[in-house]
């Protein structure tokens, strides 16, 4: 449904003198999602979840510069293309609960949303009324504003507004933020439900726990790439990681070794030939300097990386 190839972003910035300068928040990215699958998206803070998931919604920043090929349905997403299918085709649960309309009441809101993505006039007052039902938001809620919503509440109204119509990708950024263990379970499972449904759900979360509930596959950002695609049986078992990376989030969770995994990047400096995580890496040698892995099939996932 979704196939992402070499994608990157870049912002220019002008620093001291008013010397104009590039950085690079994204570099190689590549990202598969399917019709019927949940594939979580795991990265730690600034890995460039987020900004991916604008990339897919056309929604980046004017100062931002994208490279790459994104394919949706088979046919390349251009940018008349992304507007057009943005909240009808593919719809977002953004992070921010800021990206909620201030003077609008919620009700109004979910149901613009449901008008977007094809729910009939007739049919929208129930529609709304059923996708608060959903995510235990009561009828009266509708009637607020923002504001007057508590953090955890403003999460379930933006799940209502993206799911509430007839989108076939569902990105959903950090979906379960904030809720508590109940309520960030039932909205995983209505997400799990939506993809069972035939839609394609890519699911940006830093909870690998989260993600394991109810994905089927696993793609592992680090610093704006991917390292590593596996299926989420395979972070169940363990054994089967491939990248260093990966093994060390695997093994930073409580359910395992819970080793603590190295939480800032070093980063290599910009322009440099080898590979990116090598500073991080026990592994590394002399070609992990030279050049930078490709990302490559390994097994049923894929894995940027000369030693895995
Ligand atoms: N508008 C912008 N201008 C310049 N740099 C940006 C902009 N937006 C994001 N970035 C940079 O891009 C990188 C990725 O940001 P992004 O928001 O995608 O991270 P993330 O993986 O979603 O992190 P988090 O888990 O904290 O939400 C960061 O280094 C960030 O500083
Ligand atoms: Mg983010």
Same mark, same amino acid.
């Given at each position: 449904m979704l196939s992402v190839y070499d994608l990157s972003i870049s912002f220019s910035h002008y620093s001291f003198g008013l010397k104009k300068r590039e950085v690079r928040a994204i570099e190689d990215l590549y990202l598969q999602v399917s019709a019927g699958q949940i594939m979580a998206v795991i990265g730690q803070s600034g890995a460039g979840k987020s900004l991916l998931a604008h990339a897919l919604l056309g929604i980046l920043p004017r100062h931002a510069l994208l490279t790459g090929s #994104?394919?949706?349905k088979g046919r390349p997403l251009t940018e008349q293309r992304l507007a057009e299918l943005r909240g009808r085709e593919i719809a977002l649960i953004?992070?921010?609960i800021t990206s909620l309309n201030p003077l609008l009441r919620v009700g109004a809101q979910v149901a613009r949303a449901a008008r977007l993505s094809g729910v009939s006039k007739k049919?929208?007052?129930?529609a709304v009324h059923q996708a608060f039902a959903r995510y235990g938001l009561k009828d009266d809620?509708?009637?607020l504003f923002p504001h007057q919503l508590s953090g955890g509440m403003a999460r379930r109204v933006l799940t209502a507004t993206a799911t509430i119509g007839k989108a076939d990708l569902i990105v959903a950024d950090e979906p379960v933020n904030g809720l508590d263990v109940p309520t960030a379970k039932e909205t995983l499972a209505h997400l799990r439900e939506l993809a069972d449904s035939g839609k394609g759900v890519l699911l940006i979360?830093?909870?690998i726990e989260?993600? #394991?509930q109810v994905a089927d596959k696993v793609t592992v950002f680090w610093a704006g790439t991917t390292l590593e695609v596996a299926a989420a049986d395979n972070f169940r078992e363990g054994g089967r990681l491939r990248h260093p990376y990966t093994r060390a989030l695997w093994n930073a969770l409580p359910t395992n070794a819970f080793l603590l995994a190295r939480q800032q990047p070093a980063l290599t400096p910009p322009g440099s030939p080898g590979c990116p995580f090598r500073l991080c890496c026990a592994r590394?040698?002399?070609?992990?300097a030279e050049r930078a892995p490709k990302l490559r099939n390994a097994g049923q996932g894929m894995v940027r990386c000369h030693h895995a």
């Open positions: #994104l394919f949706f953004p992070q921010s049919k929208v007052g129930l809620v509708a009637k979360t830093h909870d989260a993600a #394991l590394q040698d002399s070609l992990c």
